[in-house]
């Protein structure tokens, strides 16, 4: 609107419903009618922009998502250089994490550090039933470390046997009787499937204060009592309360105490080859190369003998003959570490155990 000479003139704006000529005194509804079709329809018309200003809102809003784009990216930068600084920090013991039992904790504490190594074929070898025997139990007891001793907890000086062990540098296990199949006799305080949970727990209890210091248990026998589920609990849930663990000696192939005592919480390992089942030198000899093949194609085999005049002789030099043929004989503390950290998809070698 422009005002001159005291008249309102209107400039003429061409729209579908609205025409606004030059017009002077009008009435004044006549002219808000016209304001308010003017405006309804300035309202309704798209907003025209020059060409550059259309040009200049583009590269507003290119910049715009340039710099977004910039936000986001430096706030996952952190993420990525910690992850890259993860990848290159060592092993450690404790990123291993194998399951042990408290008695062994505090000895793997003092290795913080574990060296990644290639596989190293192993054998650890467990010469059960230490005691009644005295004369071939005294040469078990003379073998070198790390041959590991399972004592008996019937024979009168148990204790005695596993002090000498373990000053020899022996691991011990308590050699704990269970019921078999057939009439054989395991001996006094066997754990038996017709007892109670709580005569057998006793028992077991029993059984570990007469031979202290042992770092598990393993069955004498049980070839009945280990494959009855329902029976092995008492012994997983005894163990863990003692922080133990548990080598099944695999007298039965329906055992399942491995698995039921492992679902307890304990670590649990399993016997690969027995030596002597048949006591003769040659036997025995079989046997051994037969370990010897396990562990090159395995890695890691457990070996369970007696103390026996043709066992003790065979096995007087053969962590020796092992040596030779690049395979390491090691005590069952070690054999448990390396082979639950290679159940993980890690080969490692421990050092101070």
Not at 28 to 36: A, G, H, N, P, S
Not at 229 to 237: I, P, T
Request: net charge positive; charged share 20%; hydrophobic share 45%.
């Amino acid at each position: 609107m422009h005002t001159r000479g005291g008249y309102n003139y209107l400039v003429t704006i061409n729209a579908p419903d609205v025409v606004m000529s030059l017009a002077a005194h009008d009435s004044e509804d006549t002219r808000q009618v016209r304001l308010m079709r003017l405006r309804g329809y300035l309202d309704e018309a798209p907003l025209k922009l020059p060409h550059r200003h259309k040009r200049f809102l583009f590269i507003v809003k290119l910049m715009a998502g340039v710099l977004c784009a910039l936000i986001i990216m430096a706030s996952l930068t952190p993420h990525r250089v910690e992850a890259s600084m993860k990848a290159r920090e060592g092993v450690s013991l404790r990123d291993l994490a194998p399951v042990l039992p408290r008695n062994l904790e505090s000895e793997a504490e003092k290795t913080p550090e574990i060296a990644v190594l290639s596989p190293i074929p192993m054998i650890a070898l467990v010469i059960d039933d230490i005691g009644p025997a005295r004369q071939w139990s005294q040469q078990a007891l003379d073998l070198p470390a790390p041959v590991t001793l399972s004592i008996l907890p019937y024979v009168a000086d148990a204790a005695d046997w596993a002090r000498q062990a373990k000053s020899a540098g022996h691991d011990v296990l308590l050699h704990m009787p269970m019921e078999p199949f057939g009439l054989e006799n395991p001996g006094p305080g066997a754990l038996l499937r017709r007892l109670s949970v709580s005569q057998n727990r006793q028992r077991l209890e029993v059984a570990l204060l007469r031979v202290p210091g042992v770092m598990g248990v393993n069955n004498h026998m049980g070839s009945r009592f280990t494959a009855c589920a329902a029976c092995v609990g008492v012994v997983g849930e005894t163990l863990r309360g003692q922080g133990l663990m548990f080598l099944d000696s695999v007298t039965s192939q329906q055992s399942a105490a491995a698995r039921i005592i492992g679902k307890a919480g304990v670590p649990v390992l399993r016997r690969d080859v027995f030596l002597d089942d048949v006591d003769t030198p040659a036997a025995i000899a079989v046997q051994m190369h037969r370990a010897e093949a396990l562990a090159q194609s395995q890695g890691a085999v457990l070996v369970i003998a007696h103390p026996r005049p043709a066992s003790m002789e065979a096995l007087k030099g053969w962590s020796e003959d092992l040596k030779k043929q690049g395979i390491a004989m090691v005590s069952l503390r070690e054999f448990m570490r390396e082979k639950q950290a290679r159940e993980r998809g890690v080969n490692v070698r421990t050092a101070g155990l």
